[in-house]
């Protein structure tokens, strides 16, 4: 039963400490996306990749965040200083084509204090 | 751009009766439109997904959903509804399978014995 994982599962950090949250795609699936999860805002897009490479990433406060894929089977997402409010679940989806299901990882619940 | 709108925050509803969870999105080009449950503490599990075809889609845990064009509206429905069924749900649009997904707020079912 193939599925997309994440680590860590969770993290406690205070403000200023970076946080890199790693995803691992299913086998296969050439699209990974990023997307966060808080009270106020619900789920939306951070960032997406294709064959490795960033489609988009307007979703990203770019002075803080960064994603990158450094191979097929690993994707990251870096927040240098962390800040309170990005206090929220971090999910990684996979999708291997255009009529294909986004899988999604189990998150990273992150709190900054 | 794409929107989704779900009509209801919460809706309780008693053990065994029937539920219909409403959607209604918003886009200017053919969408694909997605249904996903979120359990407590998890990620994100598909329901159902509407591509083409019959505008009944039916899925899994005895979900279906009815694609309506002229009123854009995807609604969720159970006719039986049981305790396990308590969860939060997310309407979902998107250009394919593998482009990002524009989320509703979510509606967070409660079943009730």
């Known amino acids: 039963d193939a599925r997309v994982t994440q680590t860590p599962r969770d993290k406690v950090t205070e403000m200023g400490q970076e946080v890199t949250m790693r995803c691992q795609p299913i086998?296969?699936?050439?699209?990974v996306f990023w997307y966060r999860q808080t009270m106020m805002q619900g789920l939306e897009l951070l960032a997406y990749?294709?064959?490795?490479?960033?489609?988009?990433d307007s979703g990203m406060p770019k002075d803080r965040f960064s994603a990158e894929m450094p191979d097929a089977t690993l994707a990251t997402l870096k927040i240098q200083p962390s800040e309170p409010r990005d206090s929220a679940v971090y999910f990684c989806?996979?999708?291997?084509?255009?009529?294909?299901?986004?899988?999604f990882g189990p998150g990273t619940r992150l709190l900054v204090l | 751009a794409q929107s989704v709108t779900q009509l209801d925050s919460q809706v309780p509803v008693f053990e065994e009766a029937p539920v219909e969870l409403r959607c209604n999105y918003s886009?200017?080009?053919?969408?694909?439109l997605f249904w996903y449950v979120q359990y407590p503490n998890q990620g994100l599990q598909l329901l159902l997904k509407?591509?083409?075809?019959?505008?009944l889609v039916k899925g899994i845990n005895g979900f279906e959903a009815e694609f309506n064009k002229s009123q854009t509206s995807f609604h969720l429905r159970k006719p039986s509804v049981h305790i396990s069924d308590t969860a939060e749900y997310f309407c979902?649009?998107?250009?394919?399978?593998?482009?990002?997904?524009?989320f509703g707020k979510g509606t967070r079912l409660s079943v009730i014995a």
């Open positions: 086998l296969g699936h050439n699209t």
């Open positions: 886009s200017s080009v053919s969408v694909y």
């Open positions: 989806a996979s999708a291997r084509g255009a009529v294909e299901t986004q899988y």
């Open positions: 990749f294709r064959n490795r490479a960033p489609l988009d």
């Open positions: 509407y591509l083409s075809g019959s505008t």
């Open positions: 979902a649009v998107s250009n394919s399978g593998n482009t990002p997904l524009v």
